[in-house]
């Protein structure tokens, strides 16, 4: 879009160049306002594109932070909950590692969503079970307080895969690039410049704009979050428990 415009501009500039000495001052004040003002509506639009590619990132680990924990204190229950309590939470890194995989905001995002947080519901009730069962006993409370902020880290990332560039913000960035780059070529062509240079402008303000996009959108180009910590702790979840919780909790532990 950006190139045609380009080559629109040149070949307006090129029909009014018997003009140009009426034109080329306002033409040349105008091209030049316009692209200051264009550069600037980029690097903003880039700007929010990075910094929720960024949270995207810091959300996905501290979910898989979180769930390692969890993992981990489960393990110290006393049984049948610790075991059921286990199979639950690889279950889980499963449905997290699925998440990275689909689109935000679609129909298999929100499937998996609502298993992960029917998984929840099944973990905190087995954790409050515990809790009735060994009021006393410090591996229920130190369990529950991770599995709260498991949930709430689940939250925070789903919260920031949704949380995207308002549609009327790339818009606007498409619009003002095209419109500053096609009166940048009719300028030039209008006061008989080459415009090969402002044709390179062209394609790298699309990329620019193709990168912004990208990083505001994962999953649906060669630019997606990183999940590669989820994997990797689910696969840490695969091999037997490395502790052997108790049997029994007796009520004065």
Same mark, same amino acid.
């Given at each position: 879009? /950006?190139?045609?415009?380009?080559?629109?501009?040149?070949?307006?500039?090129r029909?009014?160049r018997?003009?140009?000495s009426s034109?080329?001052e306002?033409f040349?004040?105008?091209q030049?306002?316009?692209?200051?003002?264009?550069?600037?509506?980029?690097a903003?639009?880039?700007?929010?594109?990075?910094?929720?590619?960024?949270?995207?990132?810091a959300?996905a680990?501290?979910?898989?932070?979180?769930i390692g924990?969890?993992w981990l204190?489960a393990?110290?229950l006393a049984?049948?909950?610790?075991?059921?309590?286990l199979r639950l939470?690889?279950?889980?890194?499963?449905?997290?590692?699925l998440?990275?995989?689909?689109?935000p905001?679609?129909?298999e995002?929100?499937?998996v969503a609502?298993r992960?947080s029917?998984?929840?519901?099944r973990?905190?009730?087995?954790?409050?079970?515990?809790?009735?069962?060994?009021?006393?006993?410090?591996?229920?409370?130190?369990?529950?307080e991770?599995l709260?902020e498991?949930?709430d880290?689940?939250?925070?990332r789903?919260?920031?895969l949704?949380n995207?560039?308002?549609?009327?913000?790339f818009l606007?960035?498409?619009?003002?690039a095209?419109?500053?780059?096609?009166?940048?070529a009719?300028?030039?062509?209008?006061v008989?410049?080459?415009?090969?240079?402002?044709?390179?402008?062209?394609?790298?303000?699309?990329?620019?704009?193709?990168? /912004?996009?990208?990083?505001?959108?994962? /999953?649906r180009g060669?630019?997606e979050?990183?999940? /590669?910590?989820?994997k990797?702790?689910?696969a840490?979840?695969?091999?037997?428990?490395a502790a052997?919780?108790p049997?029994?909790?007796?009520a004065?532990s």
């Amino acid at each position: 879009m /950006t190139l045609a415009a380009t080559l629109l501009g040149a070949y307006v500039g090129r029909r009014v160049r018997h003009l140009s000495s009426s034109l080329s001052e306002s033409f040349g004040v105008m091209q030049a306002a316009l692209l200051g003002v264009v550069g600037l509506i980029l690097a903003f639009g880039l700007s929010l594109s990075l910094s929720r590619y960024e949270d995207r990132r810091a959300a996905a680990v501290e979910e898989t932070n979180a769930i390692g924990t969890t993992w981990l204190r489960a393990q110290t229950l006393a049984e049948p909950a610790r075991n059921r309590s286990l199979r639950l939470l690889v279950d889980y890194a499963e449905s997290a590692v699925l998440i990275s995989e689909y689109h935000p905001g679609s129909v298999e995002e929100d499937e998996v969503a609502a298993r992960e947080s029917a998984l929840q519901r099944r973990l905190w009730s087995l954790a409050g079970g515990e809790l009735d069962a060994h009021p006393t006993a410090s591996a229920p409370r130190l369990y529950v307080e991770t599995l709260n902020e498991m949930i709430d880290a689940q939250t925070t990332r789903l919260a920031a895969l949704n949380n995207q560039v308002p549609d009327a913000v790339f818009l606007l960035e498409i619009l003002g690039a095209c419109i500053a780059l096609g009166v940048l070529a009719a300028y030039l062509s209008l006061v008989g410049r080459g415009v090969g240079g402002v044709l390179l402008a062209s394609v790298l303000v699309a990329f620019l704009l193709f990168v /912004t996009a990208d990083l505001d959108r994962p /999953t649906r180009g060669p630019i997606e979050v990183p999940d /590669t910590v989820i994997k990797d702790q689910l696969a840490s979840m695969r091999p037997p428990p490395a502790a052997s919780g108790p049997q029994s909790v007796s009520a004065g532990s």
